[in-house]
């Protein structure tokens, strides 16, 4: 059928043209917006769950709900080599210069910049924001050498700002397991302060199941500020709606079968669900039904498609020996996997392939579920591998 009209969206953050599964988490985020709007207490959440579940796009609608609401929403991605205050102050810039635009310089504006300003010379950080430059740095705060202190200095700043202009402000955080258990520790903590001055403000985030978890009094304020969703495979149902829901509003009808044949090959992943759906509709002759057989013929492209873009792009920076340790775990079959089966499977010991472990969790490929066991973060990738080192 004409590619042009397909409405399927296989990639990273690509927007589903039907956000099916996911109503809790928008729900709850949009009375939490409303809810500081009017100086009440919320929470906030934290998503995790592996690669292609959909948690960049809820974030992305969180933006979305939160700007419809007149927030102004800044979003990021952590990176494994990016200095954490420095990405924290060019969020705060983002965030003042949207609040400020069009405003004259009155007190309020004026303070929250120096305060700005304040932050960075403080941390030493390039002041590439001219906008600042002619402000006067605010001694006192946001400058006290801790870490925690002077985020939440500067969050509040964005806080009174948003609030004297019947705003708010949302900072969302994506890949949040790049961030060290210290900077994330650190994070939350200054987030607490700021929810004590019941200010519009809140940061969202989303990262693989990975993400460290809470250390010392960052943990309480972590349960206190975050609902901590997992976002996963869609169930049956909702997998069948991604697919249907987009195909009828372009006047097309899935034969069941056809459905049930994706749901059941991509176990409800909305990633592939994407891809499946997008390669069957280009496949079937239509012109307003798309039936198993094509699901059928569609299939190998699909898969195809995966192992050449989302599979591999995955792989892309591992060394021969973290490789080694992916095929070891592959070759067990689905995992997790006791880190002790994978050494095994390796000839080696658990202390010999250990630095290999750590060093593909830390690339974000595996996490460990519970101690001792080890799984990939990407959904079927034991699969992949076993294809691919065939
Ligand atoms: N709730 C959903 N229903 C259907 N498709 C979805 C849903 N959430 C995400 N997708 C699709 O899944 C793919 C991966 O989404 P993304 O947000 O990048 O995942 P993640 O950030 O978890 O890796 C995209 O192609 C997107 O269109
Ligand atoms: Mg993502």
Request: a negative charge; hydrophobic letters at 40%.
């Amino acid at each position: 059928m004409d590619p042009v009209r397909n409405p399927y969206s296989p990639g990273a953050g690509s927007p589903p043209p039907a956000l099916v599964g996911r109503d809790a988490q928008l729900d709850a985020f949009d009375i939490a917006v409303q809810r500081l709007g009017i100086g009440r207490s919320a929470k906030s959440q934290l998503l995790t769950g592996l690669r292609g579940v959909g948690k960049t796009v809820l974030l992305r609608e969180f933006g979305r709900m939160a700007e419809s609401h007149g927030w102004t929403h800044v979003p990021t991605e952590a990176t494994d080599d990016q200095r954490f205050v420095e990405s924290m102050a060019m969020l705060a810039r983002k965030a003042l210069l949207r609040l400020s635009a069009g405003r004259r310089a009155v007190d309020r504006v004026r303070r929250a910049l120096g305060i700005l300003r304040s932050f960075s010379a403080r941390w030493n950080l390039p002041d590439g924001s001219e906008f600042a430059l002619g402000f006067d740095p605010v001694p006192g705060f946001a400058d006290s050498g801790a870490l925690d202190d002077d985020l939440a200095g500067l969050f509040i700043a964005i806080g009174e700002l948003a609030q004297d202009h019947d705003a708010g402000v949302l900072f969302t955080i994506d890949e949040l397991q790049y961030l060290s258990q210290r900077e994330l520790s650190t994070l939350i903590v200054g987030l607490h302060r700021v929810s004590q001055e019941q200010l519009p403000f809140m940061i969202a985030g989303a990262g693989l199941p990975s993400l460290p978890s809470f250390a010392g009094e960052a943990r309480s304020y972590a349960e206190r500020l975050f609902a901590f969703p997992v976002i996963d495979s869609l169930p049956a149902e909702e997998a069948s709606e991604a697919l249907s829901v987009p195909a009828a509003d372009e006047g097309v009808t899935w034969q069941p079968g056809a459905l049930e044949r994706i749901v059941d090959l991509t176990d409800g992943y909305p990633y592939f669900l994407q891809e499946f759906g997008k390669q069957a509709w280009n496949i079937a002759a239509g012109p307003d039904c798309i039936t198993t057989a094509d699901v059928a013929a569609a299939a190998a492209v699909a898969v195809d498609e995966l192992d050449s873009g989302f599979f591999r792009v995955r792989i892309g920076r591992t060394t021969d020996a973290e490789r080694s340790y992916l095929a070891a775990m592959a070759s067990l079959g689905p995992g997790p996997y006791g880190s002790g089966k994978v050494a095994t499977a390796m000839g080696k010991t658990t202390t010999q392939v250990g630095p290999h472990r750590d060093s593909l969790i830390k690339r974000g490929l595996c996490y460990s579920p519970r101690h001792g066991i080890i799984d990939f973060t990407v959904p079927m990738f034991d699969q992949f591998i076993r294809h691919w080192t065939a």
